[in-house]
């Protein structure tokens, strides 16, 4: 069974830091890797996708890479915001199905 | 643009009632998926359908039920509320290819309080 581990579990940095987030997967038998952001009292939204034959995907100042053989995946965000404060979450993909990290609580200091 | 709808947004029911919750998407995919998010365990996976007239259960489908007769949508039933039933569903959608997974999109999400 697919287990999906983020740590930490909440996090906070000063703006303008750099930071990384962290994900591990126990089957390295997946089709893909999502990284999502989740605002409070709010729906997900899908920051990243990576296909298992990927290393790396980029969109602005996020960057996410995948390692399968390890099970593991970062999530890099650049020159942090107050506006990035929200909770990210993990989800590896088998077949079609999605199995969720428990997600990281990130604030954002000004 | 195409979006992904719940209905209704926040629910109050009793113990013991019948509750539908409606989910709609104009993305005109085959694959519909229910999830339930509670504290300390993350989102999980209740039903999914990979299309029309096909229903799956997933990791915590006892006491749920849905139904799948067109493509736009998968209501979820509880038959018979209980009080560990309340929590936050998501209704998520996806493009669907055989050997090949795509990104999902969620709506916005069901405030269900069962009392």
């Known amino acids: 069974k697919q287990e999906v581990t983020q740590i930490p579990a909440a996090l906070s940095v000063p703006e303008g830091e750099n930071l990384v987030l962290n994900c591990s997967f126990t089957?390295?038998?997946?089709?893909?890797l999502q990284w999502f952001r989740q605002d409070p009292g709010k729906g997900l939204t899908s920051l990243l996708l990576i296909q298992s034959s990927q290393r790396e995907q980029t969109s602005g100042r996020l960057n996410a890479s995948l390692d399968k053989s390890s099970g593991r995946s970062t999530l890099y965000i650049a020159a942090s915001q107050p506006g990035d404060s929200a909770t990210y979450l993990c989800?590896?993909?088998?077949?079609?199905?999605?199995?969720f990290g428990k997600g990281t609580k990130l604030t954002v200091n000004p | 643009d195409a979006e992904i709808t719940q209905s209704p947004r926040h629910k109050i029911t009793e113990t013991g009632r019948q509750v539908t919750l409606a989910c709609h998407q104009t993305?005109?995919?085959?694959?519909m998926f229910w999830y339930r998010q509670d504290l300390g365990h993350g989102l999980r996976l209740i039903h999914y359908s990979y299309g029309v007239q096909d229903t799956n259960k997933g990791e915590v489908s006892d006491g749920y039920s849905v139904s799948r007769s067109n493509t736009e949508d998968l209501p979820l039933t509880l038959e018979s509320a209980a009080s560990s039933q309340t929590s936050v569903y998501f209704c998520?959608?996806?493009?669907?290819?055989?050997?090949?997974?795509?990104?999902?999109?969620f709506g916005p999400g069901t405030r269900l309080t069962v009392t």
């Open positions: 993305w005109n995919h085959n694959n």
């Open positions: 989800a590896v993909g088998g077949s079609e199905k999605l199995v």
């Open positions: 089957d390295s038998a997946i089709y893909n």
């Open positions: 998520a959608s996806s493009e669907s290819t055989s050997g090949r997974a795509y990104e999902q999109y």
